[in-house]
């Protein structure tokens, strides 16, 4: 559902769309303007309604019979129906995208270069509207040869071996995973298939210590891939919880921990609860945070972090 | 039933488009139907602003001209609201699809597609992403539009801004110089006017509305480096200066990956020299009893009491 600027903006663009466009079909349109075709219809409802001059009448004349889209008078319109400049922010949001996609370690040099040249015709074509989007950057964090490894085994549908990291158990360990996408939110990962665990699983990739492309071909089974606009790490509410305290030192961990619930502590510090499959995740988070905040429950999870500590000051005669 | 923003605002465009002379307010509302269910001038004048302002969201260039009697008129040039001529081949053009999916911000994530709308309407072919690549730029902090807005308009900016280990916010008083995302968050960088200045700020410890306060008055840098200063915070920016720990073997892999030396000590134990930069006693606390710090005393001292906080549960 979009609001009334953005529907704007799209009629706007179907004007000057439909004008080089005798009789286009409904399908195609649709598919240009990242819409439904009942969207597009719902548009094309509103354009008769609009009319080109203040002295009135000039009623854009286009109707559709479901299949095809006919304008019946554009000579009325040949000023509103010309391309139409680039905004500030729709130079921004595209150029802004384009170049840190470009500067995404590992990426095809095919690909890197299309983008550097759409890039610079863009600016180009955007005059002053592409200013201020030099103010914005965007970095991708990434390993490039891993990518390009990952980047291949897709392209040709291989398998791939691999020795990943887990900080969780602070150790490595050896997989065989079918790879399905790779995505970057401010790291780059990997998601596919993995043959040890039976699962989808995301790997990132800087941490994955070393990695070779398999002869065998890469058969993941079809799942649908999950929806990532809700974060990386989604928890279930059937997972574990676990209530850290923190201090005002510690209060980070609500920034990069996803939490059920943060409150206020009268100290400037947060009582944090979270959920996790593997709550056992947790204990480097209380080892590191020293006097900035503790592990309130589970007890178990506390009490090894305690006994950590403990092991640890022993090499030091304490 | 009132007539819908979207009708009105397009006829609102196309009137100002299609006239080759400024045409009057008095004109533009006697002939949009939606601007008749309007009575009061003063709301048909709030109204016919706040559309105007719509309307330049939107990239539409309105020149405003002052007649002899003193009635301004309002017209859209037809040469000012061009796209210039822009010929994409197919590579460039899926380079762009592509780039219109990446932004999940919401406003620029309709940008992005009124953009890619406006390129296919002017004649760049359809082409769709089609890469098993997904780059998502996230950006959930509050006050990223605002700042964004500000950046772009060179306006200083008040806000509420707690520091990592603060109790409570303080005000600030910014002119915001350039955002940068590292690691999925966003950062702003800027001349500080109470401090005198360079300073760089993590948007997610802005609590509360971003307010504009006048104008720029110092000069804004050629290039802005915020990722930088940022990563030095992290402790990744580069240093001479190295710890030396025992690290148990076949443990603590992203240390072994960093170290600039690794000796093996006996069957269970390596030494290894790592880059000591800011946040390295945090890091190795992670590691509990696998690690031991020998040099230098200062960072044993931290890492001792780290650990002692813990040990006391």
Known sequence: MSNAIDQTRRMLSLVTYLRERPGARVDEVARAFGVTEAELIGDLNVLPLCGTSFRGGDLLDIDTDGEHIWWHNPDTAEDVAQPLRLAADEATALLVAARAVANLPGLREGDRQALQRAAAKLEAAAGEAAGASGRLSVTFESEGSVFATVDRALTERRRLWMRYYSPARDTLTEREVDPIRLFAVGHTYVEGWCRLSEDMRTFRLDRVAEIRLLDAPSDPPRIEPRDLSQGLVQPSGDDPEVVIEVGPGGRWVAEYYPHDSAEEQPDGGLRITLRTPDPGSLRRLALRLGRDGRIVSPPDLADGAREAAVRALAAYGE | MAIAKAERLMN?????????????????????????????????????????????????????????DGEFGYLARRDRNRLPDIALDPEEAAALALAAKVWQQARLAEAASGALQKLRAAGVPYEDANSALEPRIPAPEPAFEALMLATRERRAVAFDYRKANAAHPEPRLLEPWALECWRGHWYVAGHDRDRGAVRVFRLSRITGRVKVRGGFTAEVPDHVDVRETVARWAGEGATAVTAR???????????????????????????????YGHGLDAWLAEFGPDVVVLAPEELRADLLDRLRAVAKG
């Open chain 2, 12 to 68: 609102l465009a196309l009137c100002l488009m299609n006239t080759r002379r400024p045409v009057s307010k008095r004109e533009l509302r006697a002939s949009i139907e939606a601007y008749h269910e309007v009575t009061s001038d003063e709301s048909f004048n709030r109204m016919f602003e706040r559309d105007k302002d719509d309307l330049r969201e939107l990239g539409l260039v309105i020149d405003t001209v002052e007649s002899i």
């Open chain 2, 245 to 275: 720990i025992r690290l148990r073997r076949d443990s603590g892999y992203p240390l072994r990956a960093r170290a600039v030396a690794t000796t093996p000590v006996d069957a269970e134990w390596d030494e290894l020299e790592v880059p």
